[in-house]
């Protein structure tokens, strides 16, 4: 079965492990849209996490992974977008909830507080999870303002 393509994007402090994300997905079958950076040179998290986001957006079903030192800015950043459910991980089971019970469609990491192999477990965590729907439905059924 063709894997799906995922979106993924840092910020300098987790370019690195973006790096090995992309290849650890590749290896598994997946086919990436690197959204940046492309080095170790400083550079503004919101300018990454936009442009992942609105690709994300555009479509149902697309899904993406920022990585950023706490994770947090690159989950801010991403959550403005309509149509956006960035939530952040720091370990496989929180990873898996943000997809059962929120039907997360883009997935943040701290790259300054986890290996690279704590964040591949959580992006396998995330992609093998599915959204249970139910009761959990009507509180994301909330969550967006017209």
């Not at 994300?21 to 503004?44: C, K, P, W």
């Not at 477990?121 to 249970?132: I, K, P, S």
């Amino acid at each position: 079965m063709e894997q799906q393509t995922i979106a993924i994007g840092s910020d300098h402090a987790g370019f690195d492990q973006k790096q090995a994300l992309i290849r650890h997905l590749q290896e598994a079958g997946y086919t990436i849209m690197d959204f940046g950076t492309n080095s170790l040179d400083s550079v503004d998290y919101p300018d990454y996490a936009h442009t992942l986001a609105q690709w994300v957006s555009a479509e149902n079903g697309r899904i993406g992974i920022l990585l950023c030192g706490s994770g947090n800015g690159v989950c801010m950043t991403a959550n403005k977008h309509q149509g956006i459910r960035a939530g952040l991980a720091w370990q496989k089971e929180v990873a898996s909830l943000l997809r059962q019970h929120n039907n997360a469609n883009v997935l943040c990491l701290p790259a300054r507080f986890l290996s690279v192999d704590e964040i591949w477990d959580c992006t396998q965590a995330y992609l093998n999870a599915t959204f249970e729907g139910g009761r959990h439905q009507n509180r994301i059924s909330k969550i967006e303002i017209s």
